[in-house]
């Protein structure tokens, strides 16, 4: 799980949400990882709920305590943004980038730090095209098969 805050548009929101990762070695130190995060956007008073589900496959370094990853992404939206003049409702699909670190500080338990940046809007009328930028920070709970 994880907590931060989504910004298309002009007005930043508190963002919630799971996320999950698998990586597999390609060699000693480099991984091929893939990333999803499905961002939840609690409903305010004049906006619903919305939705930004992220999906990223990235190259990355690996170490004991620690990794780093980045790679290209694809979002699937339904979220309220608001615009220089206009707020409402948006949906689509968005391509940009994804980069995360991990650092493991006890064992298996760490720390996730991810940056989602995309392009969304493109048509709308309330986002004719902007950037959305998703930052979280959360525990990571690391597996592994030895």
């Known amino acids: 799980m ?3 805050w989504l910004q298309a548009g002009t007005v930043p929101r ?3 949400g799971p996320h999950a990762g698998i990586a597999w070695p390609i060699q000693r130190e480099i991984l091929f990882t893939v990333h999803d995060l499905c961002t939840i956007l609690p409903a305010t008073q004049e906006d619903g709920p919305g939705v930004y589900n992220q999906t990223s496959a990235n190259i990355g370094y690996a170490w004991k305590d620690g990794n780093v990853s980045a790679g290209p992404s694809v979002a699937f ?3 309220p943004a608001c615009g220089i003049t206009l707020c409402g409702r948006v949906g689509g699909l968005a391509v940009g980038g994804h980069a ?3 650092a493991y ?3 298996p338990l760490g720390v996730s730090m991810s940056a989602n940046v995309n392009w ?3 048509s709308s009328l309330v986002l004719p095209g902007y950037v959305s930028v998703v ?3 959360g525990p990571v709970l690391r597996w592994s098969t030895q």
Do not use: P, T, W
């Open 120 to 122: 969304v809007g493109g």
């Open 14 to 16: 508190l963002a919630v």
């Open 77 to 79: 939206y339904v979220m």
């Open 100 to 102: 995360q670190a991990n």
């Open 105 to 107: 500080v006890a064992g």
């Open 135 to 137: 930052i979280v920070v």
């Open 2 to 4: 994880s907590l931060g």
